[in-house]
Nanobody
Framework: QVQLVESGGGLMQPGGSLRLSCAASGFTDDNYSIAWFRQAPGKEREGVSCFASRDRSTYAADSVKGRFTMSIDNAKNALYLQMNSLKPEDTAVYYC????????WGPGKYDYWGQGTQVTVSS
């Protein structure tokens, strides 16, 4: 059973940085993707970044491209989302999601989810 645990959220001023972590375990196949999603109050869940294990590619949504970077530490079975130049509109609960699929932005594609971590960007 795939398990995902997020950490690292918090309160940050606009223009600041935060790094989220996702501890991932339980994969039974080498071909999977792990994605970061976020959901702001009253809005749909939105894909932010994705890692594809097949070719170790990472992808970023247009809304965060150039500001957010996803990285992987195989030794620690962890993924990170480095968020720079934060804006108030980045405020959301951030989730780590995974499944045995190629990267995609539709949350319905993913069966495995973490509990989420709150990120608030405010002065």
């Amino acid at each position: 059973q795939v398990q995902l645990v997020e950490s690292g959220g918090g309160l940050m001023q606009p223009g600041g940085s935060l790094r989220l972590s996702c501890a991932a375990s339980g994969f039974t196949d080498d071909n999977y993707s792990i994605a970061w999603f976020r959901q702001a109050p009253g809005k749909e869940r939105e894909g932010v970044s994705c890692f594809a294990s097949r070719d170790r590619s990472t992808y970023a949504a247009d809304s965060v491209k150039g500001r957010f970077t996803m990285s992987i530490d195989n030794a620690k079975n962890a993924l990170y989302l480095q968020m720079n130049s934060l804006k108030p509109e980045d405020t959301a609960v951030y989730y780590c999601a995974a499944d045995y699929i190629s990267c995609g932005w539709g949350p319905g594609k993913y069966d495995y989810w973490g509990q989420g971590t709150q990120v608030t960007v405010s002065s």
